[in-house]
């Protein structure tokens, strides 16, 4: 059979998304357990979330160090200790920490989670923050970024998001040198103690998970008799001060041979009526690889390997921004490319077939991303700390598909407005 390779293979457009429900439990002190059973493997993912991100740091650091220092000596164990009895059992450990909360993350095969339980716990309840474990944290981490401090790129980014937040907003605070050097311990334990330890906070077990697996996690995170206080709504700091007005900033670096470009707006979260519509509009403009601004600037002008615009959406708030790299020399000629593209994005409509492919790709691309129990209980994490409808996923495609190139020039005029944005070079012109 001859294969006649000029003509693409047929596909079928997907329409729906159905994601496995997710089941919550009350354990015996109160505390929510979320579970997703789904899948063959013996294996789980245990996931404890605390609404102690940098948004309820009352020193910037005291949020990251807190939960980074959860596993580097207890009461009962040093830290070697604590590694050797993950290493055991071949289970593994994740500490992560983001601006609205932090979670302790255990992988595991599912017949160890009886032994993986009480270590969490200790880990919860009995951190010691040792001297010699806290200034290696500390040593590491500012290490850590005075090399990320020498990337333009990073350096763009965290100007970008300082200058749209205001530098007082948790959003657009980031660590420095002299944060990290001069934060104290006191307020790492500070915030440990107000925010992790004896407090409630969010269990999100996946995997092949049944009635035993939910008894041994009642059995052992559920037995703290003080943890009865209900979960609160993220909450405002006491004082914010909003971002100065719309501005473009340029940090010269003679030394650099590139420039790292950031471009855009504050914007708003998951739960705003335009949310969708937005998807769209930034996944035409520069959200996949055949965008508007990627065939333009990377494959038409060759200024870029690559560039991109993306949303990022936080519990309170969000961002539009599109990000590149490129000679100095190309600073100002990519600079005139995003305007132009965004201007024909205001004025004229997509036409249908683009607007079809970019609504097909997202589609497929969703649907991609639930491979796993674990890809399904992110999603239906956000749900869960964003206090969102629980059919916000399943409703996900029929919001795309119904998003109409009408729909696309509107959003485009309303919050893609040149005036509005920010523009950041770091490198030069």
């Known amino acids: 059979m001859h294969l006649d390779r000029t003509i693409a293979p047929p596909y079928r457009v997907i329409q729906r998304i159905n994601l496995p429900p997710i089941e919550t439990f009350p354990l015996a002190n109160g505390l929510p357990l979320h579970v997703i059973n789904i899948g063959e493997q013996p294996v789980v993912r245990l996931e404890c979330i605390f609404e102690g991100g ?15 220092m959860l596993s580097e000596g207890t009461h009962a164990h040093s830290s070697a200790q604590i590694s050797a009895a993950f290493d ?15 979670s302790l993350v255990v992988y595991c095969l599912t017949r160890f989670l009886p032994e993986v339980l009480p270590l969490v716990q200790e880990l919860i309840q009995e951190a010691a ?22 990337k333009n790129a990073f350096r763009a980014t965290s100007f970008f998001r300082k200058n749209i937040f205001g530098e007082s907003h ?4 980031s660590q420095t040198e002299v944060s990290i050097t001069n934060l104290e311990k006191a307020k790492a334990i ?3 103690d107000t925010f992790i330890r004896h407090k409630p906070y969010r269990i999100v077990l996946a995997g092949k998970v049944g009635e035993a697996e939910i008894g041994h996690v ?13 979960i609160q709504p993220l909450s405002a700091p006491n004082s914010l001060v909003p971002a100065d007005e719309a501005k473009n900033l340029l940090i010269e670096r003679p030394e650099s041979i590139q ?18 519509k937005m998807l769209v509009t930034n996944e035409i403009l520069g959200g996949y690889f055949g965008s508007r601004l990627m065939k333009n600037i990377r494959e038409e002008k060759g200024l870029t390997y690559g560039i991109s615009s993306n949303i990022t959406t936080f519990r309170k708030e969000g961002y539009f921004m599109i990000g590149t790299d490129v000679k100095k020399e190309f600073t100002q000629q990519t ?14 409509p997509v036409p249908s077939d683009e607007l079809q492919t970019v609504k097909n790709f997202m589609a497929g691309e969703f649907a991609g991303s639930l491979n796993t129990a674990f890809d399904v209980a992110d999603r239906q994490k956000i749900l869960i700390m964003d206090g969102l409808p629980s059919d916000f996923f399943e409703q996900y495609v029929d919001q795309i598909h119904a998003t109409t190139a009408d729909d696309v020039l509107q959003i485009a005029r309303q919050y893609l407005d040149p005036e509005s944005m920010t523009e950041i070079v770091v490198g030069g012109k």
């Open 218 to 230: 009642n059995a052992v995170l559920g037995n703290s008799n003080d943890l009865i206080t209900p």
């Open 190 to 192: 500070q915030h440990y």
């Open 54 to 68: 940098a948004w309820h740091e009352s020193t910037p650091g005291a949020s990251y160090f807190a939960i980074k």
């Open 88 to 102: 055991r059992i071949g289970a593994f450990l994740e500490l992560s920490h983001s601006f609205d909360r932090a």
């Open 335 to 348: 600079l005139d490319e995003i305007y132009k593209e965004i201007n024909i994005l205001q004025t004229e």
């Open 129 to 150: 923050f040792p001297d010699k474990e806290w200034e290696d944290l500390r040593n590491i981490t500012l290490q850590n970024h005075r090399v990320n401090w020498e």
């Open 170 to 173: 948790p959003y657009g605070r």
């Open 259 to 276: 420039s790292s470009i950031r471009f855009g707006k504050r914007l708003f979260t998951r739960n705003h009526p335009d949310y969708f």
